[in-house]
């Protein structure tokens, strides 16, 4: 299948989407409920992060890398599920809809990066492969990112 190529996985919120400005108009919306994301429109509203979606496209590109999107869903927002794949889908394309991983697992997932803003929660400091933590003072934002793989592939 994929076992000939570089794995790389991606986040999806706070590193593909960007969630804090999502999360702040949707509580704008809705000042009156302590937890705004529970209301359906809040991830599939969310927008790219400046050169996610061009990197993205462009790593997946490449002729020796299998790239995949890997997010832990709002395990108690189930809308959350579809909104992410119509997120992806509205963005990325149909095509990519085959390659979204839902799971708040993240270290049961076998591959070569790990595309993440946060080092630990979900499994990403059991992640077998290599995590590139988005946001961090050496991959502050996808521009960095892509110069990382530029090198690496």
């Given at each position: 299948?994929?076992?000939?190529?570089?794995?790389?996985?991606?986040?999806?919120?706070?590193?593909?989407?960007?969630?804090d400005?999502?999360?702040?108009?949707?509580?704008?919306?809705?000042?009156?409920?302590?937890?705004?994301?529970?209301?359906?429109?809040?991830?599939?509203?969310?927008?790219?992060?400046?050169?996610?979606?061009?990197?993205?496209?462009?790593?997946?590109?490449?002729?020796?890398?299998?790239?995949?999107?890997?997010?832990?869903?709002?395990?108690?927002?189930?809308?959350c599920?579809?909104e992410k794949?119509?997120?992806?889908?509205?963005?990325?394309?149909?095509?990519?809809?085959?390659?979204?991983?839902?799971?708040?697992?993240?270290?049961?997932?076998?591959g070569?990066?790990l595309?993440?803003?946060?080092a630990?929660?979900?499994?990403?400091?059991?992640?077998?492969?290599?995590?590139?933590?988005?946001?961090s003072?050496?991959?502050?934002?996808w521009?960095?990112?892509?110069?990382?793989?530029?090198?690496?592939?």
């Open positions: 299948m994929h076992f000939d190529k570089t794995i790389i996985y991606v986040d999806m919120d706070r590193v593909l989407c960007d969630y400005e999502g999360y702040a108009r949707h509580k704008a919306k809705f000042p009156e409920l302590k937890y705004p994301q529970s209301e359906p429109g809040l991830y599939l509203g969310l927008n790219p992060m400046p050169g996610a979606i061009e990197t993205y496209q462009w790593m997946d590109e490449q002729p020796e890398t299998a790239v995949f999107i890997l997010t832990a869903p709002s395990i108690n927002n189930p809308h599920y579809l794949r119509q997120w992806v889908e509205r963005y990325l394309g149909m095509v990519v809809v085959k390659n979204l991983i839902i799971t708040p697992h993240k270290h049961l997932n076998r070569d990066y595309i993440d803003d946060n630990t929660g979900k499994g990403q400091d059991h992640f077998a492969g290599e995590l590139i933590l988005f946001g003072q050496q991959f502050p934002d521009l960095e990112v892509r110069r990382y793989f530029e090198g690496r592939l």
